[in-house]
């Protein structure tokens, strides 16, 4: 039976600057099952990074979360005490950022670090600490790794400590674990073997995985449903292969067209960009988001907010192009009534 370990519900969050309220995050909901690796996809700004400092509760004033539920093996983690979500995170969810140099402290030794993650989070001896430490190097990946034990950070290359941070994050078995662009910072031959290290421990341990990136091509490899947001808005959702093959928002076809190679259909499709800019933050949030950039752009996506507009099996998207009556103007998109109906 599919256990659902995590669920968002009109999940809200938002920064109190002196110039307003800025809504990072304007009412999400999508779930987590066990085992399973979801993608979270768009550009900068489109509160991505805000939602995973939601969930793990790591957002730092003036950011708050506003409204909405974070269930994590059915308890509200925006109702539970700041020592009970300190106890969860680290034991049951973890998270990893961008940059491993944010995560290791630069004074002491990689050894050091990895032994004091793991006696903060179980009780075993210092004698089992150590050996399980060199077990998570060499799981990471790392060579002679009873030796690099006692290297410090600065003696590792990008990579291995980014492999490292994984290995440990892991390493306590968390029920879910946020990696926040884990590989935007390396090359593709490191990228590449950071994500088969995070597929063997995903496996090894069966931890639930929220990827979060702008590339969509990295988290089609890698996850096996995609959330695509845009200012702070899920515009759609569905698994990998028909958010890639049959995607219904424009959005979400320009990401897809301007992954370098990209083939669709059999052909190699030339690059194209997105036009226009990430929305102001403090817009008005009349109509559709993405209008301004949008080629498809209708009356009524300039009056209404789009509702999601079933596409079927664990497809939706936000985008009036679906409605029933909404005129033909985008060829690609396979229309649904609001009722769901073709
Ligand atoms: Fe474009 Fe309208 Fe769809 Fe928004 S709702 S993505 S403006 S067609």
Known sequence: MVYRILELKNLKTSFFTKAGEVEAVRGISFHVDKGEAIGIVGESGSGKSVTALSIMKLLQPPGKITGGQILFKNKNLVEIPNKEMRHIRGNEMSIIFQDPTMSLNPVFTVGNQIMEAILNHQKISKKEARAKAIEILRLAGIPSAEKRLNDYPHEFSGGMRQRVIIGMALSCEPDILIADEPTTALDTTIQAQILKL??????????????????????????????VMYDGLIMEEGPVKSIFFDSKHPYTRGLIESIPGVIQKGRKKRLVSINGISPDLFSSHVGCPFMPRCDFAMKICKEKQPPYFDAGEGHRSKCWLLHGEAPKKAPWVKRRCADGNR
């Open 198 to 227: 995070m597929r063997d421990l995903k496996n090894r341990w069966g931890t639930s995985i929220i990827f979060i990136t702008h590339d969509l091509g990295v988290a089609a490899d890698f996850c096996s449903r995609i959330i």
